[in-house]
């Protein structure tokens, strides 16, 4: 199997929707129980979420992650706010268009600020929120190398269109996914022929530069895991060397004010390699008073 069929096997797992009547998107959505919002960051999409939305379908969950604008299977609208409020309003409107009203929040990555954005909005909503591996302090946050680079006009264009498989698939060994038993060959180029599809990456560029890294948004973060209108859960993936546990993780505990981070073996992408300890992880989340 190559990294197309890898795609429109996915593709045929899930569903197209309509976020305001004009940016679609793409939906996985498996299970039958209290819904389970699970956001993902960069250089992903729903593609990410794929063995987590059914682990959680297994557990009597209902697990859904749709693709933000400019990634993956959606829309790639050029005139679009790329930035985290932008995002974080459409991602509220997409969930409102799925028609659920209270679920529990999962977000992972660039997909932390931007679910905060959806929990500072709507609190009332949210019935748990489970943080992976996401900037919290973001005043004090500074892209991982791997990715600084897309944050630069010309550099990035000139990064992203030498961004080759072989290499790429180094990248995700050495920032997401140690165990290549865990993801195929495939699997991996897939998540690079999203990233590039239909406009070479051109959206996802401006997402890298469409991040706020204020002392305003930091202490908007904070409040939303400080707030005790939910439970909030910090896992982390403890050799991750992009959001390092020791600094990252730290950062997103004393946010929350809680006593430990819930470690699992892995590095960023623990969607991919633990993907049943993940889905303990958020079931237990949910049954949090």
């Excluded at 929990?119 to 009332?124: D, L, Q, S």
């Excluded at 946010?255 to 470690?263: C, E």
Aim: aromatic residues 8%; contains cysteine.
């Amino acid at each position: 199997m190559d990294a197309a069929q890898v795609i429109a096997e996915h593709e045929q797992s899930g569903r197209y929707f309509t976020v305001g009547g004009r940016v679609s998107s793409f939906v996985l959505d498996a299970g039958s129980g209290v819904p389970v919002v699970c956001l993902h960051g960069v250089p992903a999409s729903s593609f990410l979420y794929r063995k987590v939305v059914r682990e959680l379908a297994a557990r009597g969950l209902r697990g859904i992650a749709f693709d933000l604008p400019g990634l993956g299977l959606a829309d790639r609208p050029v005139a679009f706010d790329y930035t985290w409020t932008g995002i974080g309003r459409f991602a509220l409107a997409a969930i409102d268009e799925l028609g659920l009203d209270r679920f529990h929040l999962v977000v992972h990555d660039i997909g932390g600020p931007v679910g905060f954005e959806i929990a500072a909005a709507a609190p009332e909503r949210v019935r748990s929120l489970t943080v992976l591996n996401s900037p919290v302090q973001v005043d004090k946050f500074r892209r991982p190398w791997v990715m600084e680079p897309f944050a630069h006009r010309g550099v990035g264009e000139v990064y992203l269109r030498l961004l080759n498989k072989p290499l790429f698939r180094w990248l995700m060994a050495y920032q997401g996914v140690a165990d290549r038993s865990k993801v195929t060959a495939a699997e991996v180029d897939a998540y690079l022929d999203l990233l590039r599809r239909r406009d070479g990456g051109r959206a996802f560029l401006k997402i890298m530069r469409g991040f706020e890294l204020t002392r305003e948004k930091a202490d908007l973060y904070v409040g939303v895991l400080r707030s005790t209108r939910y439970p909030v859960r910090i896992v982390w993936g403890e050799a991750d060397p992009a959001l390092e546990i020791t600094l990252r993780g730290e950062q997103a505990r004393n946010a929350a004010g809680l006593d430990r981070i819930h470690r699992l073996p892995g590095k960023h992408f623990l969607q991919e390699a633990q993907a049943p300890a993940l889905a303990d992880e958020i079931l237990a989340a949910t049954r949090t008073p």
